[in-house]
């Protein structure tokens, strides 16, 4: 369908609001989680962790450990080969340590038993010889020379020279004349921000179960956000062909980016391995804390020139991003998001990828984008204020639209940033009046969506039933759009569809959930399976009536003659023409496979009302709107959810939420009753209004909205604080302390 044609669609059935389907099973308690797995003969896996931030481990004792009646298996780092390539290596050395602890929580040995207590037991058993080594937890602090080194040998070579051994990777976007740009400005503003590492907090621990057999075979059962991947990883690390893995995704309690890639599956495995026995691991929330990865902390240098009108003459921004005891994988997300919400003329990001003695990071919603924008958008926000500019009629004369040329290189399509600004400006909270010491911040965000590898599979039932077989584990309500769009598509009620997820073993690959590309990527996918079973379905009704396929069409769920010259031959419904199926050919299936493309870009533009107690420093939220172009909205409900939930977390981000290291490298606050996230009663309704400019690369017009959410909330709470107290704000958490200290510093 091309985007003229979408536009004159009338939808039956996308954007409607219909019932979830995992609803029921997930408030009567029947859905599956990780935790709920179990197998005959079932073993508890349990994990050593080190208690030292870096240290070289000189000798593991495992004897006593295996002494002890019920323990089955014992394994550590020497129970693994060292893969060759260094991502896999890195993979596998943060599921088990090889020679070094790296950060607090590493893990250095796991036990296999058959009950939890003989496992605890053996877990005290276990004697490691550690030589403590000097760490470091601080970004700006690791890139120091003579800073501890974290692992030697990783620097790529387009890191210069005069930095330490920590500072892996540079990156570096933009265009256009720098020295020129900034010669334009009237006033040029430059900051310094901190960004803490945070959580993705989601509610489900890690859990898995792993079952490996004598013949070499293996089934996985864990909550993951994508089960291909994890086969990938584990059976590389495991040394196995992928086809003899299978894995099986649970229901999700959460991910958000956090279960995106492995922590104990390995071992789970290896711990199976070697007992003969399957084995299960549930992670308490203190190993999830510790040890798996939350977001990067940052620190960031942005520099803003801006002539009198409001017109940004050059910007530049450099971002030091820390990944963890491992290379980081977001910085150059961060350098390609910094800027893109602008149309400039002179423009350069500068990142900085560096390693630290802290758990190796994971993706969170937008990885590397919200520090970005944070510190941009702070900025923008100070010159609009020296000027005394409307910071919103500001931000559309400076808006990225159709053809501006990014800032880190493409040229964009059809793009809503200036759609949801003009939204804002209409919206009765942007004019809404404000009492003494409370503070309205605004901030535009930006996130590129992803396609990627995805395969389904549509199997049409003699009983005129459907159902789809998807590889995506669901996390954002990805079943029910996607049975949206199969029975728009095929015309029949939704009610007559059934999404799964499949295991490894019974689709192609697809790759994880993550990017926000699941809605598209597999949206798309099953609207061409449907349009494949339309077409088998039309020559089934062809046959029966004699006539050439082409002379029929699909129409309102029926196969129809083409025209009168077809012939007069009454509807055949997709139930009549299955009922006959095993008459006409056999049973009858639409399939699509396909490597997508042309996801989307998103932007999002969010309004942030705060109130500011100058006793306590204690930050209420008051009102609160999200405008975002969802492109299409397949299911308001789950879109509208995406939208509230990225913003709750950025508020969480931006107000109480970060990693809180001790001198001794260790995590001070591995629990959610030390690590503070937004509850209900911290926060007002969440309003969002919903923007629909369609993506010209999907058929629908659907474009990602999971991740755009959780970018703008930063840079708005921090601007309206900075507005409520007359401060400007640089470093988040804006936790109570930082606030009166802030405003006594005044």
């Given amino acids: 369908m091309s985007l003229d044609e979408y536009t004159r669609r009338e939808f039956k059935q996308v954007g409607t609001r219909v019932r979830r389907p995992d609803g029921v ?23 050593l962790r080190s208690p030292h931030a870096h240290a070289r481990i000189k000798s593991i004792d495992v004897s006593a450990a295996l002494a002890l009646k019920g323990v089955k298996a014992v394994i550590t780092g020497d129970d693994f080969a060292v893969p060759e390539d260094d991502f896999i290596r890195d993979v596998q050395e943060n599921c088990m340590a090889r020679g070094k602890a790296l950060y607090d929580g590493h893990a250095v040995a796991a036990v296999a038993a058959t009950d939890a207590a003989t496992a605890k037991a053996a877990l005290k058993a276990i004697k490691v010889d550690y030589e403590i080594l000097p760490h470091v937890t601080d970004v700006d602090e690791a890139m120091k020379p003579g800073a501890p080194v974290v692992q030697a040998g990783r620097v790529q070579e387009n890191v210069p020279k005069g930095y330490s051994e920590n500072v892996t990777a540079h990156f570096e976007f933009g265009h256009g004349d720098m020295e020129a740009g900034f010669a334009k400005a009237d006033k040029i503003i430059e900051r310094s921000f901190k960004t803490a ?10 859990a898995c179960l792993a079952s490996v057999t004598s013949d070499g075979k293996a089934d996985l059962w864990c909550c993951t956000q994508g089960q291909f991947y994890v086969r990938t990883l584990c059976a590389t690390i495991m040394g196995m062909e992928a086809s003899q893995l299978r894995v099986t995704a649970s229901e999700i309690g959460g991910g958000f980016g956090g279960k995106t890639t492995v922590f104990i599956e390995p071992v789970a495995l290896m711990l199976s391995k070697k007992a003969g026995r399957p084995v299960k691991i549930v992670m308490s929330r203190d190993e999830v804390f510790r040890a798996t990865g939350p977001t990067v902390s940052s620190s960031s240098d942005v520099k803003i020139g801006m002539s009198k009108d409001g017109r940004i003459t050059a910007a530049e921004a450099t971002l030091r991003y820390q990944g963890g005891a491992f290379p ?12 893109a919400a602008y149309d400039l003329d002179a423009v350069r990001t500068y990142g900085w990828s560096v390693m630290t003695n802290r758990p190796k990071e994971a993706a969170y919603r937008a990885p590397g984008a919200p520090m970005a924008v944070y510190a941009v958008e702070s900025v923008v926000d100070e010159l609009c204020l020296h000027f005394g500019l409307d910071p919103l009629e500001t931000r559309l004369k400076n808006a990225a639209r159709k053809g501006t040329k990014s800032s880190y290189g493409p040229t964009f399509p059809d793009i809503g940033l200036v759609a949801t600004l003009e939204a804002a400006k209409a919206h009765p909270h942007y004019k809404a009046p404000l009492k003494p010491g409370q503070g309205r911040g605004l901030s535009c965000g930006f996130w590129f969506n992803f ?61 994880v959930t993550d990017g926000s590309r699941v809605t598209f990527a597999v949206g798309l ?25 082409e002379a029929v069409e699909w129409k309102d769920g029926a196969a129809v003659p083409a025209g009168p010259n077809a012939g007069k031959f009454p509807p055949m419904t997709l139930a009549e023409i299955a009922a006959v199926s095993a008459e006409t050919g056999g049973p009858i299936a639409g399939h699509y496979e396909v490597n997508a493309d042309g996801a989307g870009v998103s932007f999002g533009v969010h309004l942030c009302d705060v109130e500011v107690d100058r006793e306590t420093g204690a930050t209420k939220v008051l009102r609160y709107t999200v405008f975002q172009d969802a492109g299409k909205a397949v299911h308001p409900d789950y879109v509208e959810g995406q939208m509230q939930g990225g913003a709750v977390q950025g508020i969480g981000w931006a107000l109480n939420e970060e990693y809180i290291y001790g001198a001794d490298g260790r995590l001070q606050n591995p629990t959610f009753l030390d690590y503070r996230v937004p509850v209900a009663s911290d926060l007002p309704m969440i309003e969002t209004v919903i923007l629909e400019i369609p993506n010209p690369g999907h058929p629908y017009g659907v474009r990602g909205v999971g991740e755009t959410g959780i970018v703008p909330p930063l840079a708005a709470l921090s601007n309206a604080v900075s507005h409520a107290t007359g401060v400007r704000m640089t470093e988040l958490p804006m936790s109570p302390p930082r606030v009166l200290k802030a405003i006594g510093g005044a």
């Avoid at 590492?197 to 890690?206: D, K």
């Avoid at 910085?331 to 998001?337: L, N, Q, V």
């Avoid at 099953?526 to 396929?549: E, N």
């Fill in 25 to 47: 099973d997930k408030v009567t308690g029947r859905a599956m989680y990780g935790a709920d797995a179990t197998a005959p003969g079932m073993l508890t896996g349990r994990i």
């Fill in 197 to 206: 590492a945070t959580h993705q907090g989601y509610i489900e621990p890690h």
């Fill in 328 to 339: 980081c994988g977001t910085t150059e997300f961060g350098c390609s998001a910094a800027f």
């Fill in 451 to 511: 396609g990627g590898n995805t395969c389904v599979s549509l199997n049409v039932n003699t009983d005129g039933t459907v159902g789809i077989t998807e590889g995506n584990p669901d996390i954002g309500g990805s079943r029910a759009s996607i049975s949206l769009m199969a029975a728009e598509e095929l015309g029949i009620p939704y009610e007559r569809i059934r999404t799964i997820v499949a295991d490894t073993s019974s689709l192609g690959y697809n790759d």
């Fill in 525 to 549: 996918a099953t609207i061409k399976a449907a349009r494949d079973a339309i077409r088998k379905m039309s020559a089934r009704a062809a046959k029966i009536w004699g006539i050439d396929p």
